[in-house]
């Protein structure tokens, strides 16, 4: 009997779990619709913006090298790097995490090979998790991401805001952002970005040889169109992270329920053939009991 | 009359949404260095947006944004308004006669 009741114990537990997890999975696919729009509104801006600061970088001359923007712009080498990792905040949404975590650490292996200094810079307490296991003392900060889009926007501008600050404090002279792609809700790649040395989006390839009036003159342009650029990337980044995270929690809870399924009607089997047992038993029981008398 | 040439792509955006794109015949804007109206085949030309107002004209009729700033590009037949932020002003969709 008791082994029964353990059965009918484990069934209505994981009943219980598969209830989560499909509700997980719905919250997690209409998240993802959102985030999908969000990405795709925020993406011509972004593409735009990435032009204009590719076009206005092939022209700049009288710009200082030593200027924030240049420096931005070309990078300072020998100094040390910053990496920032976009991730989840939470977990359950399989490898998501750990494959941006992944790819952070294979780019600071390399960069330790080379002798170079770094850092790293979180948005989002998972990859700082990951991270921290063997560079604690790297982690200058973890910033949580935000929720909706225009948390998102203004986490970006505060991120973008920090990365300036470290160029200008002079604590970093290149910056490589990682983050994840939504491909489809099956796969999210997970990818590097040089913030700086500024680098044309592939694709950003039209050279115009027409020579371009500045109004006003190229440098006060060149420093605000730098920044808003890099604010910009960074968004689309932490657009893209979000839409990516709720995808793979989509596919990850998805797997769940069908596991979930799966055993439950293992358990169901196991469960009848045990009573099937008992009953057969106890009937046994009574015609032998009958025979005997 | 023959028809114009050449129209002027254009896109008008902001970090968290495309506003608008279409074909126009003129835009005017308020730049770093004052008031100027571009049509189809105006120079290279990268400016600062100042706050003020937009004014898109499209075939038929006229569009009006207040920005509060960004950034502005024409060349080769295309114009980007990349604005900080848009509100759409009154005179939406006011019909040019």
């Keep these: 009997m008791s082994g029964l009741k353990a059965l009918r114990n484990r069934i209505s537990s994981v009943r219980a779990t598969r209830k989560i997890t499909q509700a997980m999975r719905m919250v997690a696919a209409s998240k993802l619709r959102r985030a999908q729009q969000e990405v795709e509104k925020a993406r011509a801006y972004a593409k735009e913006i990435q032009t204009m600061t590719a076009r206005l970088a092939r022209d700049r001359e009288s710009a200082p090298a030593s200027s924030l923007a240049s420096r931005l712009l070309d990078g300072v080498s020998d100094a040390p ?3 920032v990792v976009a991730s989840g905040q939470r977990g359950l949404c399989g490898g998501f995490n750990s494959q941006i975590a992944r790819l952070a650490r294979a780019r600071a292996m390399k960069l330790n090979e080379e002798g170079r ?26 910033i949580s991401p935000g929720r909706s889009s225009s948390e998102i926007h203004k986490i970006a501008d505060e ?31 997970p990818v ?23 109004e006003p003159w190229t440098e ?10 890099l604010r910009a990337q960074i968004a689309i980044g932490l657009l893209e992270n979000a839409a990516g995270e709720e995808g793979a929690r989509m ?43 | 009359m023959a028809e114009t040439p050449s129209s002027l792509a254009y896109i008008l955006a902001t970090p968290s949404d495309l506003i608008r794109e279409g074909e126009a015949l003129a835009i ?24 003020g107002e937009i004014v898109i004209s499209e075939t038929g009729a006229r569009f ?34």
């Design chain 1, 81 to 83: 790097a910053l990496l």
């Design chain 1, 117 to 142: 200094d770094f850092s790293f810079l979180c948005v989002g307490r998972k990859a700082g998790d990951a991270l921290r296991r063997d560079w604690e003392s790297r982690i200058v900060e973890v």
């Design chain 1, 251 to 293: 596919t990850a809870m998805d797997n769940a329920t069908r596991n979930a399924d799966d055993m439950i009607s293992r358990l169901s089997i196991a469960y009848n053939r045990t009573r099937q047992a008992m009953i057969t038993k106890e009937l046994v029981e009574i015609i032998s009991g009958a025979e005997a008398l």
């Design chain 2, 64 to 97: 009006f944004y207040s920005v509060s700033g960004g950034f502005f590009e024409i060349s080769e037949g295309r114009a980007r308004i990349l604005a900080d932020s848009v509100q759409a002003s009154e005179k939406v969709g006011e019909n040019l006669q």
């Design chain 1, 220 to 229: 006060e342009l060149m420093a605000s169109l730098v920044s808003r650029n």
């Design chain 2, 28 to 51: 005017s804007a308020r730049g770093a260095e004052g008031q100027f109206v571009v049509g189809p085949s105006h120079a290279p030309f990268m400016t600062i947006l100042s706050a």
């Design chain 1, 192 to 214: 590097m970005r040089s913030l700086s040395p500024f680098t044309e989006a592939a694709g950003a390839e039209e050279t115009s040889a027409a020579v371009y009036h500045y």
């Design chain 1, 159 to 189: 991120t973008a805001e920090r990365v300036a600050s470290h160029f200008h404090e002079g604590l970093c002279g290149s910056c490589d952002f990682f983050h994840s792609v939504f491909e489809s809700v099956l796969t999210q790649k």
